[in-house]
């Protein structure tokens, strides 16, 4: 049981170039989500998903793109890669939208824009 | 607005000694607390999670209380141990909303 996991774990971008951050769980959760975290900053949502073939957006959702085409995959696209988009990237998962015991988050995926 | 404050920012305490990190918050209605820890370069872990009707929950050596009147939650830890350096982090949901308010979180670090 791996939970949720996330690829790449680091990556550097140039500006402007585009790039998907990979998530799956293999919990059968409904419930997925993205969150960025900047220094100082508590984790603010980007995305979110209540089940396959439906999304919505969280807090930051620009410059940023989501499908939910399985119940274990959830992707993260970025279409034009900004420096403001360097940060610390997790992708949560749970039974239910405000989570309980279940919300699991993967490990993240270090992002440099530059 | 739905906001979640935790104090102090940082802690550094000797090996074996106790700590309380403390967390306010606003969010509205009220659905439940929880707490995670978060160690450097990986992803937050759930610790504790308590409802309205919950004021106290453990585990291990980490004792979370909660006063739903005063929007108050502490985490106390006890014994502490190197291991427990880390950031920990305060996270609310309210019934109805989409989503969970995060605190920036309290890094903690443990010196032998």
């Known amino acids: 049981n791996a939970g949720v996991t996330q690829t790449p774990k680091f990556q550097v971008l140039k500006t402007g170039q585009s790039m998907t951050l990979q998530c799956a769980q293999d919990?059968?959760?409904?419930?997925m989500s993205w969150y960025r975290q900047d220094p100082g900053m508590g984790l603010r949502l980007i995305h979110y998903?209540?089940?396959?073939?439906?999304?919505d957006q969280g807090e930051v959702p620009n410059g940023y793109n989501v499908s939910r085409s399985t119940t274990e995959d959830f992707p993260l696209r970025l279409l034009s890669a900004a420096p403001s988009q360097t940060s610390v990237y997790f992708c949560?998962?749970?039974?239910?939208?405000?989570?309980?015991?279940?919300?699991?988050f993967g490990s993240g995926t270090r992002l440099t824009v530059v | 607005k739905n906001q979640v404050e935790q104090s102090p920012q940082s802690l550094i305490i000797l090996e074996g000694k106790n700590c309380t990190l403390q967390c306010n918050y606003t969010v509205s209605p009220f659905s439940n607390l929880r707490w995670y820890k978060q160690d450097t370069g990986r992803g937050p872990v759930s610790l504790t999670i308590?409802?309205?009707?919950?004021n106290t929950k453990s585990n291990g050596r980490y004792t979370a209380t909660l006063d739903a009147d005063t929007k108050q939650s502490s985490l106390h830890i006890t014994a502490s141990q190197l291991s427990d350096s880390a950031s920990y982090i305060c996270v609310v949901s309210a019934r109805g909303f989409q989503k969970l308010v995060f605190g920036t979180g309290t890094r903690l670090l443990v010196s032998p």
């Open positions: 919990m059968n959760h409904e419930y």
């Open positions: 949560a998962s749970s039974y239910s939208i405000t989570g309980g015991v279940s919300y699991t």
């Open positions: 998903s209540v089940g396959a073939g439906i999304t």
């Open positions: 308590m409802t309205f009707s919950e």
